[in-house]
Each structure stands twice: as C-alpha cells, then as structure tokens.
C-alpha cells in the first residue's frame, strides 16, 4: 500500500544552524511532494511542494531535495529560527488520479535560543 | 481573504452519539477536503468535494459522510460515534480542483468520552 513516512520523529536545532528534515515514500506514482508546518493549535501550513520531475526547488530559506531513486525526500530550512519550532509534515499528491494528500508522520522540530 | 473557517473549535460528545462539523473554504475556493489527524495515525483523508459532489473517499467507514453546498461549504458528519473518533478534525479548500497547494482550518477538536 501507499505510504509516506519520516525517519526522526524529533529535531532539535540550534537557532542559526540549517536543519534538514527527512521523509520516506512508497508510492512511486505520486506527481507532487509537499511540506507543510503545523504549529501547536493550527492547521497545516503549506512550505514548498516539488513536482515528480525535479530534484531540487528552493524558496525563501527552504529547499526541498527530492530523489526519487531512493525514494526519499527532504527539507532543508537554513538559520533556523525559533519561529520554525513546529511539526513538519511531508506529504504526497497524485495529480493524475486521487487527490488526496497521503501524510508522513511528522517531525517535531525545535529550535533552542 | 479569510482563511478557511471550521466550527466548532472544540466538541465533546458521547458515545453512540453523532456530530456534524461545519467548514467555510476560502472565498472562491471549489475543492474542500477533510482530514482526521490523531497521535497515533497522524493525518488522515476522509473525503474530497468539488462543485457538490464526493470526489474521492478515504478509507474510514460509513459512519463518516460529508456534504458540500452551493456556495462550498461543507459539512462533515460522524454517527454512532466510538471513543477511536477522538482526533483533530481538519478542513482545507483548494482554488481548483487539481491544485496543489491546499489551505487548511485550525481544526474541530472532537473529544468522544
């Protein structure tokens, strides 16, 4: 069956450093990955998505790395801030058939002053 | 704009009971979908609604149903209701249906005691 899972459930950074997310899929026909954040009390707030045929996509202090030979997809957020304390999710989206949002777990991030 | 509203915040009801939860999407938004969220399963899809009509169903049972108005609100209802139906239920509206980029509510906590 389809499944997006997370390697570390918690993450605990510096405020500055870089912090990197993880996240493992199965689904190999999945067309768009996303990252959402959820903070303590709040929905999920899209980061970045990335589409199946790309490997790299940057915003603002994020990058999101896609490899798809190993199935795995990750989240850079760079200097890190307090404000990036949250739960991050991964996600996956088949934009030719279902389309639902398949969830990784999550990783609690936090970052320390 | 406003963002997508869920009412209520907060419900506590009693087993066998059943509960109806309300969802306005982001003004001109079409697609609304639902989500159960829960420690233990993370966050999961319920339904999709576009223009009235059930898009794509998840794999919960049929105690779960949904709606979608005219004017895009939905509902979500859950009868007979068992003590595993705790979770945070979330709502999110997409502009088109094959977006990508989903916005989601803060939630209805359900509390089944």
Same mark, same amino acid.
């Given at each position: 069956g389809e499944s997006v899972g997370l390697h570390l459930p918690t993450l605990s950074v510096q405020e500055g450093d870089n912090s990197i997310i993880n996240c493992a899929y199965s689904? %190999?026909? %999945?067309d768009y990955f996303i990252w959402y954040k959820q903070e303590s009390g709040k929905g999920p707030q899209f980061i970045i998505d990335i589409r199946s045929n790309m490997d790299k996509r940057q915003g603002q202090r994020v990058t999101v790395l896609l490899n798809k030979t190993v199935k795995h997809l990750s989240l850079q957020i760079a200097?890190?801030?307090?404000?990036?304390s949250a739960v991050y999710f991964c996600a996956e989206k088949n934009q030719g058939g279902s389309e639902k949002l398949v969830f990784g777990k999550g990783t609690k991030l936090t970052v320390n002053p | 704009k406003a963002g997508v509203t869920q009412t209520p915040r907060y419900l506590i009801k009693t087993r066998g009971q059943q509960v109806t939860l309300s969802c306005s999407p982001i003004s001109g938004h079409r697609s609304v979908s639902w989500y159960q969220q829960t420690p233990g399963q993370g966050l999961q899809f319920l339904f999709e609604y576009f223009s009235e009509t059930q898009r794509n169903k998840g794999n919960f049972p049929g105690r779960f149903s949904g709606r979608q108005f005219s004017n895009s609100r939905s509902e979500m209802n859950v009868s007979t209701l068992e003590l595993g139906d705790s979770a945070l239920y979330l709502c999110a509206s997409r502009e088109?249906?094959?977006?990508v980029e989903a916005f989601f509510g803060q939630g209805t906590r359900l509390t089944v005691v």
């Open positions: 689904n %190999s026909a %999945s200097a890190t801030q307090p404000g990036d | 088109l249906t094959g977006a």
